[in-house]
């Protein structure tokens, strides 16, 4: 089992940018893909970004596609969100999630895009853009 805890979420104006954090401890995060959800005001949680156990593939939504850029440290079980350019309607809790690679052991590089692949979740931290 792991347990994820996100960091880095604020409040910034519209163009800033933030960098969030997620580490994870009770097992080494290279057992996992990860990835960056998003839960806006009475939105549906929605897939932000994607990596791959061994940072080689990443995946994003298509809102935040050219603005967002995630990447991981294995060494330091530490994935990244680095969000540029932020909109107002990049408000929204974010939360990393974990998904176990050997539950597909002829495709280790396979990173989910919904919700109910991922098999743990950190509690989430608020981002706020301000028009």
């Known amino acids: 089992q792991v347990q994820l805890v996100e960091s880095g979420g604020g409040l910034v104006q519209a163009g800033g940018s933030l960098r969030l954090s997620c580490v994870a401890s009770?097992?080494?995060?290279?057992?996992?893909?990860m990835g960056w959800f998003r839960q806006g005001p009475g939105k549906e949680r929605e897939f932000a970004a994607g990596i791959s156990w061994s940072g080689g593939l990443t995946y994003y939504g298509d809102s935040v596609l050219g603005r967002f850029t995630i990447s991981r440290d294995n060494a330091k079980d530490t994935v990244y969100l680095q969000m540029n350019s932020l909109k107002p309607e990049d408000t929204a809790v974010y939360y990393c999630?974990?998904?176990?690679?050997?539950?597909?052991?002829?495709?280790?590089?396979?990173?989910?895009?919904?919700?109910?692949?991922?098999?743990?979740w950190g509690q989430g931290t608020q981002v706020t853009v301000s028009a």
């Open positions: 009770g097992r080494t995060l290279s057992s996992y893909a």
């Open positions: 999630a974990a998904y176990l690679k050997a539950r597909r052991p002829f495709n280790s590089d396979y990173v989910p895009n919904d919700v109910s692949s991922y098999d743990y």
